[in-house]
Nanobody, 119 residues
Framework: QVELEESGGGYVQTGGSLRLSCLVF????????LGWFRQAPGKDRDFVAR????????DYADSVKGRFTISRDIAKNTIYLQMNSLKPEDAAVYYC????????????WGQGTQVTVSS
């Protein structure tokens, strides 16, 4: 188990950019992957992007492919989500999550950061 803290959310116009950060507290030895999810009001929490803590493997939802980029800074225990060409449908609370070796699912979650896109 690790503790996650998101930041960087805010208000942007359609077509604008925003970068989210997720700081990881605790041991990173057992980290397999970190990911971003989002949830709009009345909707399910959906997968956005994932990056392995070790290595260069990434994965993206089709809806954000080509517009969002996930990255990590191991020295800072931080992952980022660079969001470009934002659309109104991207508006949601964005959550950081961790998948650990030995776990069967995403087991640690941050509290979320709000992203609002004008329409």
């Amino acid at each position: 188990q690790v503790e996650l803290e998101e930041s960087g959310g805010g208000y942007v116009q359609t077509g604008g950019s925003l970068r989210l950060s997720c700081l990881v507290f605790g041991r990173t030895t057992n980290l397999y992957a970190l990911g971003w999810f989002r949830q709009a009001p009345g909707k399910d929490r959906d997968f956005v992007a994932r990056i392995n803590w070790s290595g260069d493997s990434t994965d993206y939802a089709d809806s954000v492919k080509g517009r969002f980029t996930i990255s990590r800074d191991i020295a800072k225990n931080t992952i980022y989500l660079q969001m470009n060409s934002l659309k109104p449908e991207d508006a949601a609370v964005y959550y950081c999550a961790a998948y650990l070796f030995g776990d069967s699912t995403w087991s640690s979650w941050g509290q979320g950061t709000q992203v609002t896109v004008s329409s």
